[in-house]
């Protein structure tokens, strides 16, 4: 596996795998890895040849009070992981890298990122298009693996991908959830034994909604009000529980089978968690 740190030599290499016609894959993570980003690079294994894994904790996307400083790092465990789920290569750079001193360029998507986690974190999805743009124009990957767990940040992406022309097939893999139903999220580290325990009321509130529209529910107001009495009571303090259009996430009244997806936020004692379903 090779090891990359500058984003020019990381670009010479990805040429070099494209002139060989090699079908190139990316995996965009910041670090921390768990069996989550494990199971996207095994799904970038199975359509590309040759599959780079970024880990870079991008410091445009956190605001000033957010948790950049805190935010949990491990690189040689995660190089490990990555050479033995078979990654090409991965890119490790450090903010200078990415971002020179003046720069003052940024990719922002307008619409689809203004709602939901965009409503609380105003600047994280022009940090996280920019990002991803870079990174698309470094490593020229012909598919690009996020997870579901962010389901605003894939339709982000995948709509500035449709906007801006990248040749580039963005691929939704599933949310991988612990034992207990609880989604991973390198975050879950931050949580206390009580926190966890009832922080399993976000999924037991989505694996029900589903259940109800699988039995016949297509109210979208009856499945967020019982979302929101399950979290609630459970002490997390919803920001959002929205059924929506699973493409543009435009809030929905009814339940349509097949295009819908419930998106969660909640909160307690300074931690904020996600999580959704598809319908």
């Not at 996280?128 to 470094?138: D, E, G, P, Q, R």
């Not at 699973?246 to 307690?268: D, F, M, N, Y």
Request: charged share 20%; net charge negative.
């Amino acid at each position: 596996m090779q090891t990359f740190t500058s984003p020019t030599e990381l670009h010479a290499w990805c040429m070099e795998q494209k002139r060989l016609g090699r079908v190139i894959g990316l995996v965009p993570t910041m670090g921390y890895l768990h069996e989550g980003h494990l199971s996207l690079i095994r799904e970038a294994r199975k359509r590309c040849d040759t599959v780079v894994v970024s880990i870079f904790v991008n410091p445009t996307q956190f605001a000033p009070n957010e948790d950049y400083d805190a935010y949990p790092h491990k690189e040689a465990d995660d190089l490990a992981l990555c050479q033995a789920e078979g990654a090409a290569a991965c890119f490790l750079p450090q903010p200078g890298d990415m971002y020179p001193q003046d720069a003052s360029t940024w990719v922002e998507e307008t619409r689809l990122s203004k709602g939901y986690c965009g409503a609380q974190r105003p600047i994280h999805f022009r940090g996280v298009c920019t990002v991803v743009a870079k990174l698309f124009n470094i490593v020229a990957p012909d598919v690009a693996v996020f997870g579901q767990k962010d389901f605003q940040q894939v339709a982000v992406i995948r709509r500035m991908v449709r906007d801006l022309n990248f040749p580039i097939e963005i691929v939704r893999a599933p949310i991988v959830r612990d034992s207990d139903g609880l989604a991973k999220s390198s975050r879950n580290t931050y949580l206390t034994p009580e926190q966890r325990a009832t922080a399993l009321s976000l999924s037991r509130s989505l694996f029900a909604a589903k259940a109800a529209v699988d039995a016949g529910e297509r109210s979208a107001e009856v499945l967020e009000t019982a979302i929101r009495q399950t979290v609630t009571a459970a002490g997390w303090a919803p920001d959002y529980a929205t059924v929506v259009d699973a493409e543009t996430l435009v809030p929905l009244q009814q339940v349509a089978p097949g295009a819908s997806a419930i998106l969660l936020a909640c909160r307690k004692d300074g931690l904020r968690l996600i999580d959704n379903i598809l319908l």
